[in-house]
Structure formats: structure tokens, C-alpha cells
T-cell receptor
Framework: TQLLEQSPQFLSIQEGENLTVYCNSS?????LQWYRQEPGEGPVLLVT?????EVKKLKRLTFQFGDARKDSSLHITAAQPGDTGLYLC?????????????FGKGTLLTVNP | GAVVSQHPSRVICKSGTSVKIECRSL??????MFWYRQFPKQSLMLMAT?????????EQGVEKDKFLINHASLTLSTLTVTSAHPEDSSFYIC???????????FGDGTRLSIL
């Protein structure tokens, strides 16, 4: 069974602070995705990382994929209250399916004004 | 972009009632649809994968007779929670995928509350 461990599970910070969320896997996925979910809504895809060592930036968000393609991190610079939400990493490709997703447990981020 | 519509967004009903949730891909044909369940402040747990015209594949521990899935067309899948009980209360989310190499597109979820 492929597992994704996310840390921290909960994070409460002040506006303007930086933070990093980690996602670690016991095995290799074909790619890894990061989602953000707000209460009462479905998850929204932020980024997909495919190549080991890859770094992608989305405004104040920086995503890294480990060289061995088993871990990833999400770094947010100067967090804002609008960044509040549940951040989920998901491994792509498992159980014989090219696109089956395995989700981590998520990081619930609260950014206080 | 690809839009997935889920209906209803919220349902409250009495114990013993069967509830049907619809998942529609509005602007693309979905070869595969996925159904997830999410408890408060927790992650998404895959319940089943359905392909158009064939039986759904259920994840370990998910009762197929309890959660009936029908994927009768390339734009519609339904999840029916039969004889729902309070422990079935949860947030149910569907996603749709065009082809195997395309990403999943998620609906906005259905909040099911069983009294």
C-alpha cells in the first residue's frame, strides 16, 4: 500500500510569516500533485510536479519535488489570510491505474490577520 | 476548463432513507469517475472508481451494496447511499477524468447529514 505522510497536520500562523508543508511517500509515484481545499468545496489543483528535483513557482507558493520522486514540499512566502485552507498532496498513479490518486492526510493552515 | 457539477450540494434526511448524488461532467466526456468520502478536517478517501458502462471497482472496506454506483453515460455517474444511517454522514466528492493521461476534475462535493 502506498502511503503519503503530510506534516504538519495543523498550522496556525500570523499574516506575513513563511511556512513549509512536507509530503513524504514510502514509494515512488509517477507524479505528485498539490491541492487546496476550502470548507464545503472540492479540492482545487495547484500544481503537478513530475521530474525529480523539479521546482515550480505559483506567485508566493514554491513547490519542490525530491530527486528520488518520493517527497515534496510546499513553501508559502508572506502568508495571507486568503491562503487559509486545507492543503493536500496526492500521489499520481497507483493500484494499476495511470491516474489513480492517493491523498495525504492534509495540512490545515490558518493564517491570522 | 473542465467543469464537474455535483448535485445536490447538501442533503439532510432521516435514518433509513436512500440518497442519490449525481456527478456530471459538463463540457467533456468522462471515461472514468471517482467517488471520495471526506470526514471533517480529514483527507479524501477513495471509495470507488467507475468506468462508463461497466461495474464500479470498490476500495477495500467499502460496501458495494451500501454505496451503489452507476455510470450509465460518459457525462453522468450517480452514487446512491442505501438505507443511510447517521454514521454515513459525511462530505462526498466526485471527480471525473477524460482519458487515462488527463487529470481528475473535482466537483464541489455533497454534504450528507443523516438524522
Amino acid at each position: 500500500t502506498q502511503l503519503l505522510e503530510q506534516s504538519p497536520q495543523f498550522l496556525s500562523i500570523q499574516e506575513g510569516e513563511n511556512l513549509t508543508v512536507y509530503c513524504n511517500s514510502s514509494s515512488v509515484f509517477s507524479s505528485l500533485q498539490w491541492y487546496r481545499q476550502e470548507p464545503g468545496e472540492g479540492p482545487v489543483l495547484l500544481v503537478t510536479v513530475v521530474t525529480g528535483g523539479e521546482v515550480k513557482k505559483l506567485k508566493r507558493l514554491t513547490f519542490q519535488f525530491g530527486d528520488a520522486r518520493k517527497d515534496s514540499s510546499l513553501h508559502i512566502t508572506a502568508a495571507q489570510p486568503g491562503d487559509t485552507g486545507l492543503y493536500l498532496c496526492a500521489g499520481v498513479g497507483s493500484g494499476g491505474s495511470n491516474y489513480k490518486l492517493t491523498f495525504g492526510k492534509g495540512t490545515l493552515l490558518t493564517v491570522n490577520p | 476548463g473542465a467543469v464537474v457539477s455535483q448535485h445536490p450540494s447538501r442533503v439532510i434526511c432521516k435514518s433509513g432513507t436512500s440518497v442519490k448524488i449525481e456527478c456530471r461532467s459538463l463540457d467533456f466526456q468522462a471515461t472514468t469517475m471517482f467517488w471520495y468520502r471526506q470526514f471533517p478536517k480529514q483527507s479524501l478517501m477513495l471509495m470507488a472508481t467507475s468506468n462508463e458502462g461497466s461495474k464500479a471497482t470498490y476500495e477495500q472496506g467499502v460496501e458495494k451494496d451500501k454505496f451503489l454506483i452507476n455510470h450509465a453515460s460518459l457525462t453522468l455517474s450517480t452514487l446512491t447511499v442505501t438505507s443511510a444511517h447517521p454514521e454515513d454522514s459525511s462530505f462526498y466528492i466526485c471527480s471525473a477524468q477524460g482519458t487515462d493521461d488527463q487529470p481528475q476534475h473535482f466537483g464541489d462535493g455533497t454534504r450528507l447529514s443523516i438524522l
